[in-house]
C-alpha cells in the first residue's frame, strides 16, 4: 500500500537558518504529494502541494520538488522564522479519497 | 475561500452524554472527512461521505456516528464514548468530482474533546 515516511525530529533552528525535512514516499502509480502544517493548539493548513513529476510546489517561502526518480518530496526554506514553529506533515494521495500521512515533524526556531 | 468550521472549539462530555460536532463548508466541495488526532500523532481517518453518501468507514466503533445532512454540513454524533476517545476531531472537505489522485483536502480547526 501507500506510505509516507519523514524524519520525526524534533527539529530545532536559530532564526535565519536554512531548512530540509525530508520526506520519501511508496505509491502505485502517479500519487499527488502534499505538506501541511499544524501551528500549536490548530488544525491543518496546507502549505504546498505538487501533483505530478518535477512539479515544484512553493508557498510563504517553502518550497518542495516532486522527485519521482527518488520518489522524494522534500520541504525546504531558506531563512526560517520564529513564527514557522509548528508541525510539519508530508501527505500522498493516490487513486483513492484518502490521504496518507507522514508521522510529522516538529520543528522549533528560536530567535 | 478555502474555509472550513467547526463547532464547538472545546467540547468536554461524560461517558454517559450524547453531543454532536458540526462542520461546514461553503466551497462547493462534494468531498467531506472526519478524522481523529491524538497528541503527536497524525490524524487518522475515520469517514468518507462523497456526495452526501458514505463511502468510507474505518471501521470506527458505533459510539461514532456521522451523519451528512446536506452538502454543506457533516455532523459526527457522540454516545456513550470512552476517555481513550480523547482527541482533537478534524473536518476536511475535498472538490469530490471523481476518484483522481490531485484534490486537495481543506482543513478546519478542529474540535477538542475531553471525555470524563
Known amino acids: 500500500g501507500n506510505s509516507v515516511t519523514q524524519m520525526e525530529g524534533p527539529v530545532t533552528l536559530s532564526e535565519e537558518a536554512f531548512l530540509t525535512i525530508n520526506c520519501t514516499y511508496t505509491?502505485?502509480?502517479?500519487?499527488?504529494l502534499f505538506w501541511y502544517v499544524q501551528y500549536p493548539g490548530e488544525g491543518l493548513q496546507l502549505l504546498l502541494k505538487a501533483t505530478k513529476a518535477d512539479d515544484k510546489g512553493s508557498n510563504k517561502g517553502f518550497e518542495a520538488t516532486y522527485r519521482k526518480e527518488t520518489t522524494s518530496f522534500h520541504l525546504e526554506k531558506g531563512s526560517v522564522q520564529v513564527s514557522d514553529s509548528a508541525v510539519y506533515f508530508c501527505?500522498?494521495?493516490?487513486?483513492?479519497?484518502?490521504?496518507?500521512f507522514g508521522k510529522g515533524t516538529k520543528l522549533t526556531v528560536n530567535p | 475561500d478555502t474555509e472550513v468550521t467547526q463547532t464547538p472549539k472545546h467540547l468536554v462530555m461524560g461517558m454517559t452524554n450524547k453531543k454532536s460536532l458540526k462542520c461546514e463548508q461553503h466551497m462547493g466541495h462534494r468531498a467531506m472527512y472526519w478524522y481523529k488526532q491524538k497528541a503527536k500523532k497524525p490524524p487518522e481517518l475515520m469517514f468518507v461521505y462523497s456526495y452526501e453518501k458514505l463511502s468510507i468507514n474505518e471501521s470506527v466503533p458505533s459510539r461514532f456516528s456521522p451523519e451528512c445532512p446536506n452538502s454543506s454540513l457533516l455532523n459526527l454524533h457522540l454516545h456513550a464514548l470512552q476517555p481513550e476517545d480523547s482527541a482533537l476531531y478534524l473536518c476536511a472537505s475535498s472538490q469530490g468530482r471523481g476518484r483522481g489522485g490531485g484534490e486537495t483536502q481543506y482543513f478546519g480547526p478542529g474540535t477538542r474533546l475531553l471525555v470524563l
Open positions: 505509491a502505485t502509480g502517479y500519487p499527488s
Open positions: 501527505a500522498l494521495r493516490g487513486g483513492s479519497e484518502k490521504l496518507v
